[in-house]
């Protein structure tokens, strides 16, 4: 939250980990989409997708890669997730 607040242009993305000490990665994404709409949020975790979903925390629809994850793979996923597909 701090770094989104001292930046002066749009954020486009934000990519964030699941499981988080202070708060999880949707409340971030929900609290920044509050100020800015258009953010795309890609959601990891080293947990898989099905715990992450038992946790209430992974909402169909939305995009997520399970860690560990190569630099090819999450080219491909920024792209899709940049393009809205």
């Not at 992974?58 to 999450?74: E, N, R, T, V, Y």
Request: proline letters at 4%.
């Amino acid at each position: 939250m701090r770094i989104a607040k001292s930046h002066d242009g749009v954020i486009h993305l934000l990519m964030t980990d699941m499981v988080m000490p202070e708060m999880n990665g949707r409340a971030l994404s929900e609290r920044l989409h509050a100020e800015y709409p258009n953010l795309k949020t890609l959601f990891m975790s080293g947990y898989t997708a099905d715990i992450i979903a038992n946790k209430g925390v992974l909402k169909a629809g939305i995009h997520f890669m399970q860690k560990p994850f190569s630099l090819g793979d999450i080219a491909i996923k920024l792209r899709e997730v940049l393009d809205g597909a």
